[in-house]
């Protein structure tokens, strides 16, 4: 809650935290923040983590699973780093490892999508590192700054990624010590 009252709202009112959402739109204000937040804390279809700088311990942004199906175990990943100091760093990297693993090694799910529109080159050449393939388009399916852009959907199964190199070999899961990946 106490992230909920911080920065996290102006992230979503940045057009530049938000050129490359496909969802940007309203004002966000501290109050709709905060009733996000609550609204998490009962869903039973999305995990959200707070993203923090390991040195700073400052909340830099927001990683997600949501619509999560625990019938057909599929759910989509996502992630925002609204602090612009760090978002050149591993953070993102970290982070999106980090939700590909709760997600298909500790919530056991089948696979992961991801989207990204096609103005998001970082974003997208990110997922693509760590072994996310493209599996779709949605053509024209954003308007940025001017014009129309695709929307790519990206995909990750969980028997490639137990293979897969690229994961991480430890996490550190709240209130405990790090534990192996395989754990």
């Known amino acids: 809650r106490e992230d909920a009252l911080g920065d996290w709202h102006r992230w979503f009112n940045s057009p530049e935290v938000t050129r490359n959402l496909d969802r940007q739109r309203w004002i966000n204000t501290p109050d709709d923040q905060v009733a996000y937040w609550e609204q998490l804390q009962r869903s039973r279809d999305r995990l959200a983590v707070a993203i923090v700088d390991r040195v700073s311990h400052k909340h830099i942004g927001i990683g997600s699973l949501s619509g999560i199906d625990v019938v057909n175990r599929r759910a989509e990943i ?106």
């Open 78 to 183: 996502s992630l925002v780093i609204g602090s612009a100091e760090h978002r050149h760093g591993l953070h993102a990297l970290e982070a999106v490892a980090m939700l590909t693993e709760i997600g298909l090694v500790r919530l056991n799910l089948h696979k992961l999508i991801a989207t990204g529109l096609t103005t998001s080159e970082r974003g997208l050449r990110l997922n693509r590192l760590l072994g996310y393939t493209e599996s779709g388009r949605y053509r024209a399916n954003a308007f940025v700054e001017g014009e129309w852009v695709d929307n790519l959907i990206l995909e990750i199964f969980q028997r490639d990624w137990l293979k897969s190199p690229r994961r991480p070999k430890t996490l550190a899961w709240p209130g405990t010590a790090e534990r192996p990946a395989s754990e």
